[in-house]
Structure formats: C-alpha cells, structure tokens
C-alpha cells in the first residue's frame, strides 16, 4: 500500500496537472481530522468522485470500491496500492466489512458512498432518496465518526469539453461536521435507522447550501444522461 508521504506527494502532483483545466471549490475541509479513525460518506454522481475527492482531502482515503473494478489486475493493482478495496453489491460482503472495520482499527479513513452506487435524480439523497444502511452499521460496530460530503460539478466531466482550458469544468466539494454514529446500546436496528435519515438530511442540507452560496450555475448541477443529452425520461 501506498504510504501516507506518497499519496500526499501523488494528491499534490495530480492537483497540479489538473489546474489548467479544472477549477476547484473544496469547502469545510476543516471538518476532516488530520488523524484517527474515520467515515467519509460522500454523495456519489460519477466515477470522478473518488479521485477527487481523495487528492483533495488532507489525508489518504481508503475507498470501498465496486469489485468489479478490480477484475481488471493493472487497475485492481493499482487501486489496491492505493489503499482501495474490493465490495459485492447486492449483498452483506463480509470480507469487505471485516477490511473496513481493520482499517479503521488501523486509525485510517474509510471512504464508504452511502447511496450504495451512482445515483442521479430522484434515486439520489440529494433529492430526497433513503440511503443504504451500510455506513451506519459500519460506524455503529467501529464507533467511528462519520464525515458526510457533497460533491458537485463531477458528472459534467463525462462530456470532453468540460476537459478544455478554454471551458475549464468546475467541481464543487464540501465537508462537513463529524456526526457521532449510532448507539452501540439498545435497539441497535432502530439506532442505525435514525441515523441514516439524519445523514441524508444532513447531506441535503449541506447541498442546499452549497447552491444558495455558491449560485452554481444550473449546467453544474447533478443531471442525468438523459438529460444533458437533451432527452426527456420518461
């Protein structure tokens, strides 16, 4: 695995090479402990996501990515140097959970997406959609803090215009406060459940803001395929 030295030194050089043509808008970046075990809970738009927000947090993320990014053994290689590793959709992945809950044992950060995939539109937390329960639990076995983030901007990096110096794409991303997982006592189900409706509150409340604020421009918004093409869905 990467160490903390290289990942920092590889987050500063790719933030660099991006410059020229992506402008970026971190805010609350403050939120993220430098140190300790922790779970960041971004909305997730697009396969830009995780590389974005990983070199533009202070600290290495260790994603909980997709398996079947990992079939491939140059990218799966690479995302486990990264410190990335692999989960089953659909399904309690065990293995995937017992490495979370190490990792964070390790006084890592753990990069879970609570939607469960790429969600756009009314299947999206940011548009009123429940979130899976995975992080809770995660947080409720670890007592781990979890770091609700709202990312903007990345699903419009899909059209290869946005990568032009000239059109220069814009993402937005925001960190906010670290929420206390759910009580370890009681009625543990109950617990998780109340927690992931705060954390889609929360995550709804830091993207309405994050518009009111920064009067993103409505082409920046999370949009679906269908529509940036043009096309209605039906």
């Given at each position: 695995m990467l160490s903390s030295f290289g990942y920092d030194l590889g987050a500063a050089c790719?933030?660099?090479?991006?410059?020229?043509?992506?402008?970026?808008?971190?805010?609350?970046?403050?939120?993220?402990?430098?140190?300790?075990?922790?779970?960041?809970?971004?909305?997730?738009?697009?396969?830009?996501?995780?590389?974005?927000?990983?070199?533009?947090?202070?600290?290495?993320?260790?994603?909980?990515?997709?398996?079947?990014?990992?079939?491939n053994p140059v990218l799966g290689g690479t995302l486990r140097w990264l410190g990335s590793f692999p989960v089953g959709r659909g399904t309690l992945d065990r293995a995937a959970v017992r490495t979370a809950i190490g990792r964070l044992?390790?006084?890592?950060?753990?990069?879970?997406?609570?939607?469960?995939?790429?969600?756009?539109?009314?299947?999206?937390?940011?548009?009123?959609?429940?979130?899976?329960p995975g992080v809770a639990a995660l947080s409720q076995m670890t007592g781990a803090p979890v770091i609700p983030c709202v990312i903007v901007g990345a699903d419009a990096l899909y059209d290869p215009r946005r990568w032009l110096p000239w059109q220069r794409g814009r993402v937005w991303i925001v960190f906010g406060e670290p929420l206390k997982g759910p009580a370890d006592l009681g009625n543990k189900a109950q617990a998780r459940e109340e927690f992931e409706v705060l954390l889609g509150d929360v995550l709804r409340r830091m993207f309405d803001e994050l518009c009111r604020t920064e009067h993103i421009p409505p082409e920046c918004l999370p949009q679906t395929p269908q529509r940036r093409k043009g096309r209605e869905e039906s």
């Open positions: 790719i933030r660099g090479l991006l410059s020229p043509f992506l402008g970026r808008r971190v805010l609350g970046l403050h939120h993220v402990p430098r140190r300790g075990a922790c779970i960041l809970a971004p909305n997730h738009i697009s396969h830009f996501d995780p590389p974005l927000i990983g070199i533009n947090t202070h600290r290495q993320v260790d994603w909980m990515a997709m398996q079947e990014l990992f079939v044992k390790e006084q890592r950060m753990v990069g879970v997406f609570p939607e469960g995939g790429l969600r756009i539109g009314p299947t999206s937390v940011l548009e009123g959609a429940p979130l899976k």
